[in-house]
């Protein structure tokens, strides 16, 4: 099981001026705020944790499709290091890894941060990284939630068929009890998908099986039991 999220940083919504103490104090726990109070890169901190938080939320529903997104749940634990003062551009571009620590539960995020956007993607750790991810800007900056969909699910199934060596047109995204799944020729496939858009950024991630006869899933529900790098980027 896997969960991905981007966060636009071009997007207004995420600028300092659109986020108060109070969203701060309902979304984050005290060391995550003291985190970010003391980074010399707020924004960066704080949209790492927001994007940890979703990519981790996105993966447990596929455990319990009834599980509510409560922020303050998701608790993340940051990169070893954090941008000095005067340094986040810097230190802002690149990858790291950290924790996110849902009741039981622990889960590895792995976090792209280049200028424009935050990229988390959350997995199980005995689970291998995803086959494929990747990341695309539409160009249009009026484009709809609707168009921002259509476009992740064609990036997706782009990506997909290049990697099953199968038609993409023979593909097919479908959600149950909102969580996607991908179908080849009317049938649920046994692959892992998170799609994630915000702004006018769009992103994926996906997991294959090894073998086109062994796609068809046997699960015939939303939710999965929970058992105890590869990653190809389009650069935004």
Request: proline share 7%; charged share 30%; with cysteine.
């Amino acid at each position: 099981m896997i969960g991905n999220d981007i966060v636009d940083l071009r997007d207004p919504d995420t600028r300092p001026s659109a986020r108060t103490a109070a969203f701060d104090a309902r979304v984050f726990t005290r060391a995550e705020r003291e985190r970010i109070d003391a980074s010399g890169d707020s924004v960066r901190e704080r949209w790492l944790a927001w994007s940890a938080k979703e990519a981790a939320y996105k993966l447990v529903r596929q455990y319990d499709s009834g599980t509510i997104f409560v922020p303050r749940r998701f608790e993340v634990e940051f990169p070893a290091k954090s941008p000095a003062p005067g340094e986040g551009p810097r230190r802002s571009q690149g990858r790291s890894q950290g924790w996110v620590r849902f009741d039981a539960l622990s889960l590895l995020c792995d976090w792209v941060c280049v200028d424009g956007f935050i990229h988390a993607l959350c997995r199980l750790p005995s689970e291998r990284v995803p086959d494929c991810v990747g990341f695309e800007r539409l160009v249009d900056p009026g484009a709809s939630p609707e168009d921002l969909g259509r476009g992740v699910r064609r990036l997706a199934l782009r990506a997909i068929g290049r990697g099953l060596e199968v038609d993409e047109t023979k593909l097919e995204i479908r959600k149950r009890e909102r969580i996607p799944g991908i179908w080849f020729e009317g049938r649920p496939l046994a692959a892992d998908l998170s799609l994630s858009h915000h702004g006018t950024a769009m992103a994926f991630a996906c997991r294959l099986p090894s073998r086109l006869d062994a796609l068809v899933s046997t699960s015939q529900g939303g939710s999965r039991p929970l058992d105890g790098d590869s990653r190809v980027g389009v650069p935004l």
